[in-house]
């Protein structure tokens, strides 16, 4: 029995940003763009991986959740702690490079780690954290 990921989700509060910074910046294929009850959820992915998909969504994909619940989830979101990708690139530099004059908010240059890999973080216009690794040889 195989188990492979198929699909991600990452909390967004303007998905028009976040689609030109997925798209734009990343290079990601938008693949859905759906609205429901008010909602919308957008899917993007690498051309590399049409199996792996990554939902922007809603910070809070519930019609029926409590005001009180949307500002603690907006709140939360401001902080930049729902929700963190790591991308595998087979350039780190060339990637930082690429994101940040897109206009990425830096968090970490790239730099060789301890555990194996070169690294660089972002945020994404919601304050997703994004993280780009390469493998050292």
């Known amino acids: 029995m195989d188990v492979t990921i198929s699909q991600c989700f990452i909390a967004v509060d303007d998905h028009d940003q976040a689609i030109a910074f997925y798209r734009d ?7 859905n763009d759906v609205s429901f009850e008010g ?10 991986q049409p199996g792996v998909s990554i939902i922007l969504e ?8 409590s005001p009180e619940d949307r500002q603690a989830m907006a709140e939360l979101m401001a902080k930049g702690m729902l929700r963190g990708v790591i991308f595998a690139t087979d350039d780190c530099d060339a990637t930082f490079e690429r994101v940040s004059a897109a206009g990425g908010e830096v968090l970490q240059e790239p730099m060789d780690q301890p555990y194996g890999v070169r690294d660089c973080a972002f945020r994404d216009p ?12």
Do not use: C, I
């Open 25 to 31: 910046a990343l290079g990601l294929e938008v693949r």
């Open 39 to 48: 909602m919308r959820w957008v899917t993007v992915g690498s051309p590399a």
């Open 58 to 65: 809603p910070p809070l994909a519930d019609p029926n959740a």
């Open 126 to 137: 919601a304050g997703n954290l994004l993280r780009f690794n390469q493998p050292l040889n």
